[in-house]
């Protein structure tokens, strides 16, 4: 079996440099990241490269078991806290495991092996399942960090996303304001299903389904002109095409 990709998460420096150090040891194990808060490591986790998250639960602005109820189902969660009276709460969001600071490596290992054979065993049951990319594009639901908070937003309800030159600004139905984050627009367009989004210019994603109507070279979604570029131009051509009647 493959490695597992970890990232560490805990907001107290030496504890992290600790289960880091443990990782960066084991065989099983590919360390990409550190992290001193849940927000600094979304980004990496929603890429879709992260199989197991090393988290500490108490930790400013959102805590690890926030966190955790945030983040794909595919991804794997072991909890490290001081506390041991969140054990309980932590298999409630469906952790592999649960350490104990200050941890010792033949903890860390025990609880390794857990999530190696939980990985295995969900790979034998759904071969999809794993860490593969694609999980997040086939989530229902995304995942952004907006205002120093992570926010969930529905796909469905996703009318078109604008990228700009840090940032993209989401424009959800019902929703006066655009979601902001610091996200590039081609990692959301491999986080959408291709069948209902689709990139319509360098600078915009559209949901197909929410289309009112395509006039001048412009896409019309509600009271939003969005404009459509000669290089994409052919492959919106295609897809009217396929939905004529006839």
Do not use: W
């Amino acid at each position: 079996m493959k490695k597992l990709t970890c990232c560490v998460i805990d907001d107290e420096p030496l504890a992290a440099q600790l289960i880091a150090s443990y990782a960066s040891r084991t065989p099983s194990l590919e360390l990409i990241g550190v992290y001193s808060s849940a927000q600094d490591a979304f980004s990496e986790i929603a890429s879709g490269r992260i199989d197991l998250v090393f988290l500490d639960i108490q930790m400013p602005q959102l805590s690890g078991m926030e966190f955790a109820r945030l983040i794909p189902p595919s991804t794997m969660v072991i909890f490290t806290t001081a506390f041991a009276n969140y054990a309980i709460e932590g298999y409630k969001v469906n952790s592999v495991g649960y350490l104990l600071k200050p941890v010792s490596y033949e903890d860390f290992i025990a609880a390794v092996n857990r999530a190696v054979q939980h990985a295995s065993d969900a790979s034998a049951h759904h071969p999809a399942v794993g860490r593969q990319p694609q999980d997040i594009g086939q989530s229902d639901h995304l995942i952004v960090k907006t205002e120093y908070r992570l926010r969930q937003i529905a796909k469905r309800d996703i009318l078109f996303i604008e990228g700009l030159k840090d940032y993209v600004k989401i424009f959800v139905e019902g929703e006066s304001r655009a979601v902001m984050s610091l996200l590039s627009l081609k990692a959301l367009e491999r986080s959408l299903p291709s069948d209902d989004f689709m990139r319509v210019h360098r600078s915009f994603i559209v949901n197909l389904n929410k289309i009112n109507t395509i006039e001048r070279g412009n896409i019309i979604i509600g009271t939003h002109q969005i404009p459509v570029s000669d290089s994409f131009r052919a492959q919106l051509s295609d897809y009217i095409s396929s939905r004529l009647p006839g």
